[in-house]
C-alpha cells in the first residue's frame, strides 16, 4: 500500500502565499507521477498541477503564473507553491501519486485531502 500525507492547508487572505506538501510512503518502487487536484462542494474535482517522471508539469489555465509545483525524488514528496491567492482557490486540495508498487503493479493514490481557505 502507499500512503500520502498532506500538509500546509489553512486559511489566508487574497493575495497572500500558501505552500502544499504531500509525501508519499509505503511500497513505493518508482513514482510516476505526483500532482494536486481540488474540489468545491457540488463540483468535480479538477487538476491543479502535476509533474510527470519528475521533470514534466501541468497547470491549469487559472493557476498558471501563480502556483509552483516542485518533487523532491529523494523524499517522495511534492510541494505546491501557491503565490497571489484568490478567493476562487478556495477549495479541498487532494494530492494525488501514480506509483509503481513493489510488486510492479501500477496504482494511483490519494491524500486526505487538505483545506485551503482564500479571504477576500
Known amino acids: 500500500q502507499v500512503q500520502l500525507v498532506e500538509s500546509g492547508g489553512g486559511l489566508v487572505q487574497a493575495g497572500g502565499s500558501l505552500r502544499l506538501s504531500c509525501a508519499a510512503s509505503?511500497?513505493?518502487?518508482?513514482?510516476?507521477?505526483m500532482g494536486w487536484y481540488r474540489q468545491v462542494p457540488g463540483k468535480q474535482r479538477e487538476l491543479v498541477a502535476d509533474?510527470?517522471?519528475?521533470?514534466?508539469?501541468n497547470y491549469a489555465d487559472s493557476v498558471k503564473g501563480r502556483f509552483t509545483i516542485s518533487r523532491d525524488n529523494a523524499k517522495n514528496t511534492v510541494y505546491l507553491q501557491m503565490n497571489s491567492l484568490k478567493p476562487e482557490d478556495t477549495a479541498t486540495y487532494y494530492c494525488?501519486?501514480?506509483?509503481?508498487?513493489?510488486?510492479?503493479?501500477?496504482?494511483?493514490?490519494w491524500g486526505q485531502g487538505t483545506q485551503v481557505t482564500v479571504s477576500s
Open positions: 509533474i510527470i517522471s519528475g521533470a514534466r508539469t
Open positions: 494525488y501519486a501514480e506509483v509503481l508498487n513493489t510488486a510492479r503493479a501500477r496504482t494511483i493514490s
Open positions: 509505503g511500497s513505493i518502487f518508482s513514482i510516476n507521477a
